[in-house]
């Protein structure tokens, strides 16, 4: 059983920096790519960043620059710097595991807040 627990969350400026963690436990195998999406509130849920084991990564527009992912393949960690927090960074923020051929199985974090104040 594979399980996913997010850290690092909470309130802060606008401006300021926040550093998010997501541990994955059980059963990782290669291809696999970690990421963080984020669902604000009435809005879809987006890509924000994601690194695959082969050490590519993926950002969305809105945080290049802004955001760094980077990951630790041997504790199954991934990270997300966050600096120069805007007010529509504001948002749940959730980890995500793809691994397996194709990258077909998938699974998710329960969700960490992340409000920036104006």
């Known amino acids: 059983q594979v399980q996913l627990v997010e850290s690092g969350g909470g309130l802060v400026q606008a401006g300021g920096s926040l550093r998010l963690s997501c541990a994955a436990s059980g059963s990782i195998f290669s291809p696999n790519a970690m990421g963080w999406y984020r669902q604000a509130p009435g809005k879809q849920r987006e890509l924000v960043a994601t690194?695959?084991?082969?050490?590519?990564?993926n950002y969305a527009d809105s945080v290049k620059g802004r955001f760094t992912i980077s990951r630790d393949n041997a504790k199954n960690t991934v990270y997300l710097e966050m600096n120069s927090l805007k007010f529509e960074d504001t948002a749940v923020y959730y980890c995500?595991?793809?691994?397996?051929?194709?990258?077909?199985?998938?699974?998710w974090g329960q969700g960490t807040q992340v409000t920036v104040s104006s």
């Open positions: 690194t695959s084991s082969d050490g590519s990564t």
């Open positions: 995500n595991l793809r691994m397996g051929r194709h990258l077909r199985y998938e699974y």
